[in-house]
């Protein structure tokens, strides 16, 4: 019951300290506002990178071409071994004939080519299309398939896979790099601005101490505030943010340059993103402060 006291005192205390020393808290706000919209857009960038990583490695297939004098039972037996291999999480076998067809629906061209020639005539081949788990080891994987008997040829993109996800991989360790440094700048300016605040009280803070009143007490009217802090630092850049994305998203129709670079949709994406964004700024407040009043005040 004491505590319970304790702490809606300082719930109280932490609201009147945020409104009696208006222009050092003012000052506070501004700075973790400052800082938490540019870590917000990192954020935001952070995970479009990670969507696209996934998007890509979803849509990386391998395309292992068969033999043409393969028999039935070969090609059953080629389904039951790249069916075995670990890293293959799907695949679809496409017969000559049904890509025959499909070609021929996608355009007259091939329409008109296609149909003059025999069955026996045909360049084209059978084919597997097989979607991998692991888009790292998509090499590895497509090096198996080809040494497979009565597979031809096999084709994933290599070289361009392997440098784009690598590239997508460096911009998403850099983001969510920049969002940690700046998360760790934000707590040595609050720290440094709440200094001031609690310096300006240091009177307040030996009477406390005189009558007894213990740690716990005097330090929790002040980590209360840093929250109260970080709670209104936040609230900007998350309006900032949520709005600027909507625009942004809608403005490029959910995608940058191709289909394939899919931006992730607003909702519920947004709801997300600000809940994560006010965890930080309450965390980062209250973080602040707690180290404020343990460097600087020694209580």
Known sequence: MKLFRVLIRSIQDAFKSVFRNFSLSLASISCITITLIIVAIAIVASFNVENFTKLIEKDMTIVAFVSKDATTEEVEKLKKDIDSNKNVASYVFKDKAVIKEDMQKESETFKTILSQWKDEESPLKSAFQVKVK??????????????????????????????????????????????????????????????LTIFSRKREISIMRLVGASN??????????????????????????????????????????????????????IYTFSLIVLVIGIIVGMIGSARAVRKYLKV
Request: aromatic share 12%.
């Open 134 to 195: 692991d888009v790292k080891k998509i090499g590895k994987t497509a090096e198996t398939i080809e040494n497979m008997d009565k597979i031809d040829l096999v084709r994933y993109g290599e070289g361009m896979v392997e440098k784009m996800v690598k590239t997508f991989e460096s911009v998403e360790k850099v983001a969510y790099g920049a969002v940690i440094a700046l998360v760790l700048v934000t707590i040595f300016l609050i720290v440094n601005t709440i200094k």
């Open 216 to 269: 716990f007490t005097i330090k929790t009217p002040f980590i209360i505030e840093g929250m109260v802090l970080g709670l209104l630092g936040s609230i900007i850049p998350i309006l900032f943010t949520t709005f600027g994305y909507i625009s942004f998203y809608d403005h490029f129709d959910g995608h940058l340059y191709s289909e394939l670079i899919r931006l992730i949709k607003p909702e519920p994406f």
